[in-house]
Each structure stands twice: as structure tokens, then as C-alpha cells.
């Protein structure tokens, strides 16, 4: 088996491992490092259930190789609640009935996170298509847009430079 | 996926050496495209090169002639939301925007969208013919599922479509694209660097093994503030494009005075035609000219069992753009 060794942050803590050159980002944090949370849906970059925080840029882990976030900071939906407070994304999706079966929310979470500080207009077609890269095949869509705005309006309000 | 050798990169002329060392080794920027493949077992390169850490490969800057110059490890995001290009080149930043999804935008580079393969859906299948994966298998496409398929430039062959957006714009724009290998650096014109298909479909693009895209230049044009870059599709985001025009016209007195027209979904390679832009010059501006300039492009086609109704939908397509873009230039 040809091996690498990586170093990188992920939810802040420092890791370093040697793995199998073709471990893919998404089948570190799941097996190596027991983070769960981040879910394998298609494993080829079409669902966005594995949705995470590349440098703070949302990003695809069934598509990245773990060998290439060598001395990256990656964040997963692990950790985005600060201790028992939850992120306003959490928050809203809980309040807003955003999903049915779970299996896309942490991504639904990760993107609408990321997509508060992307340039996206305000409609809720502007949220629709900057979510588009997130499926749910339950189809809670109308409910994760409420909780989207939702949350973007108070993350707008909370933090005006953000 | 088979197991590879992983090297990093620190300069491209690393990057061209490492090549240059190992004819079974391939670079890897955001991976988007190549993770996936390898994941097929379509891709089963013996080593990956890392050239992300290579710097000053993701700058995007504008020159004082107007041109743009965008590092070939600019992000896909990073140049859609690029205020000189959604001012100057609003196309280009649409047709970017356009394809794919956030996520993939953030993690793909311009090199490697220019290099994406194509979307044929017997491509990645083990089982089918296809003979860009498997040459001298035969394709099955021609007969079977074709919905995604070329009409313009294909071959007996094979009749893959290219599925970048972003070539779209760039080859309407005359784009010129910086490449360095071992033996140096050379400016290759877009319109080179796509083949079609002929008989030897999976030789696709005219970069040597040793070599590596660093840059995508933008040659400065005037009436590209003027564009707009119009997506058809099966669902309304997140898919491949049906049919797809990258537009520019100016318009003085009514009259056209140039055109820049490449359409998508319909060519093996990014189809433009310049008979077609040519043709429209001097003509009023007008559904009527617009159409006629539609009908050049389309004079000589071939349709398939499921994709005949991209042609009709690509001419009025052009004509919807460009008598959009028109009503505002006037
Ligand atoms: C689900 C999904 C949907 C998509 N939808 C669209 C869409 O609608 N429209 C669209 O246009 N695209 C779409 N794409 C494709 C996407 O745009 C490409 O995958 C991406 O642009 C490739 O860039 P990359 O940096 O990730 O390339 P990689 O995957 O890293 O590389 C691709 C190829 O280019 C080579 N390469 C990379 N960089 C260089 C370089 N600098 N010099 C020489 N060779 C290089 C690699 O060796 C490889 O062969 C989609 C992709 C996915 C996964
Ligand atoms: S699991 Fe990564 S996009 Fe579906
Ligand atoms: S809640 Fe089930 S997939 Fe979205």
C-alpha cells in the first residue's frame, strides 16, 4: 500500500497520521477519526451530504483527497456548536422542521453557513440556487429555505462585518 | 481505485519534471474531476502531483489594456465573483456560476475546468463501449442514450459533448492559454487546445505530457460588458447544460458591429463559429439577422436517436440572447 503523512487542523485540533495514499477526506473523518457526523451520500460530488469547511470555504470530502489538506483547517459539523450553544444554522433548522430522515441536514448546515458569507442576493431563489449543491431526498427544501433566511437574517444582525 | 504514488509540487518546473520522469503520473489540482474518475476507474494514474502549494498560480488581475490574466489555481468561485470580471466579462462569471455547485466551484481550478472530461453517460461504464475510455471498443452512445450528446463535430467515433461552461465564454473571447513544460513555455489560442473527435477520440487536447496550464489570458474587449451567458437545462441548477450561449454584441445605430457567439451542449469541442459572426456584422439588429447567424452555425449537423431537439432549442437560444443583449446596448 503506498502511504503519505499529513498533517492538518480539524475542528482545532492539530492531527498528523500516515495514511493510504487514496483515503479521501470524507473516509478520514468517519473511520480514522470517528467524526460521523459527516455523511457519505453519493461519494461523487453530487449530493453535498459530506459538505465541509475547507480554510473556511465550503467544500466536498468525497472528492478530496485527505493527503491533499496537508497543512489545511478543516471544520466538520462537530464543530460548529460552541459547547451546548448551538450555531444559529443549527438552531433554525431545528425550528423550522428542516428535515425529515437527518441524512443531508450537517451538510444542508455546513453550506447554509458558509453561503451567509458568500455574495448570494436575498431572495429565496438566490438561497435556492446557492443551496443547490445540497439534495434532500426527503425534500424538505421549502423548510430548509425558511430556516436559511432565518438564520442568515440574525447572523446579518449578530455580526454586521461577518 | 488503484494505488498511487503521491508527489508535492513546489514550482512548476517541479511539476514538469515529475511529469516529464513518469509518463503513468497526472496532476492533481482541485481534484473534482480526477478523484471522481479515479474512483471509476476511468483515471488509474500511478502517481498524483500536488501542485496546490505552487504560489502565485491564483491570482486573477486585469491589465491597463483591459485583458485579464487568471492564475490556473484560481479557484472557479474566486474568478466568478471577481469584481473586474462580473463588471468587464459579466459571461465569463455567469457561465462559471452556472456550472456545478458551490462547493465544487470552491474547490475546482481554472486549469483543471478547462481540462474536465466529458459527461457521455457510457464514459465512466465499465461495461459499455466507448472509445475515448477504451479506443477501438466502439461507442455506444451513437445508438443508445444521446440526450447529452454532441450534434456538432462529432465522428463516427465517438459524439461526446465538451461540458465546460466556462470554455464557452473563453473561446468566444479568444482566450490564450499559457502553458510550461520542460522545454519552456508556450501560448496556445483555446480554439487549438480542444481536438475533435476524428478518429482518434481519446486524444483530446494538445498539451504534451510534460506540460502544465498556469495561466488563462483574456485578450481586452470592449463589448464584453456588454454579454451574458444563458444556460438550458434538464432541472434549473446543478446539471450540465442541454444547451448553453456565451453572447457579446455591439450595437451602433442598430446596427451590428460585432459579435462574439459560442454555443454549449452541442459540440464534441467549445463550438463557435466565426462565419456566423461575421455574417450578422453590417445587418440591423434584428431577430431576423440574429436567426440567420443561428442557421450558419447550425448548417451542418448531425442529430442523434435522442438529442435532434438541441438544435431548433440552441437557434432560438442565440436569437433570445442576443436580442436581449441588443435591447440594452441600444
Ligand atoms: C457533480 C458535478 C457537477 C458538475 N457540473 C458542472 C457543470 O455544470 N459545468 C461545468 O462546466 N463543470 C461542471 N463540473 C465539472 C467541474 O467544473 C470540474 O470538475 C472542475 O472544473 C475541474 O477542476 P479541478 O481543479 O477540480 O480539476 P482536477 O480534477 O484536479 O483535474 C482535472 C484534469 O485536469 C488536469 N489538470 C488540472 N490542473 C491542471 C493544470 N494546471 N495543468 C495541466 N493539467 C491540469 C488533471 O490532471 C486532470 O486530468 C461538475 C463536477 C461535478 C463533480
Ligand atoms: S457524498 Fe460527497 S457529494 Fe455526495
Ligand atoms: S432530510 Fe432526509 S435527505 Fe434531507
Redesign the interface.
Known sequence: ??R?TSSFEVNGTRISAEF???T?LLDFLREHLDLTGTKKGC???QC?AC?VM?DG????AC???A??C?GRSITTIEGLANGDKLHPVQKALIEHDGFQCGYCTSGQIM?AV??AK??WGESDDEV???M??NLCRCGAYPNIVAAVQEARAKIAKEQPDA | ?R????V?AASVADAAKSLAANEDAKL?AG??NL??LM?EGVETPGT?I?I?AISGLRDVTMSDDGGLMIGALA?N?AVA?HPDVQEHFPMISQAILAG?????R??ASMGGNLLQKNRCFYYPEENARCNKREPGSGCDAIEGINRMCAVLGTSEHCIAANPSDLCLPLRALDAIVHVEGTNGQRAIPIEKLHKLPGDTPYDEVDLRHDEMITAIEVPPSPIARNSHYRKLRDR???AFALVSVAAAIGVEDGIISEVRLAVGGVGTVPWRDEEAEAAMVGQPATQEAFSAGAAIIFRETKAYSGNGFKIDLAKRAIVRVLSELSGDAK
Open positions: 500500500m503506498k503519505t493510504d495514499t487514496r479521501t461519494n461523487h460530488g453535498g459538505t475547507i470555504q465550503r467544500s466536498l472528492l478530496t483527497l493527503a491533499l496537508d453550506s458558509a453561503m458568500e455574495p435556492r440556487e446557492a443547490s449543491g | 481505485m494505488e498511487f504514488e503521491l508535492r492533481i481534484g473534482t478523484v471522481d474512483k498524483l500536488d496546490n479557484s468561485s465573483w456545478a455547485t458551490t462547493q465544487i470552491n474547490m434549473t441548477s446543478y
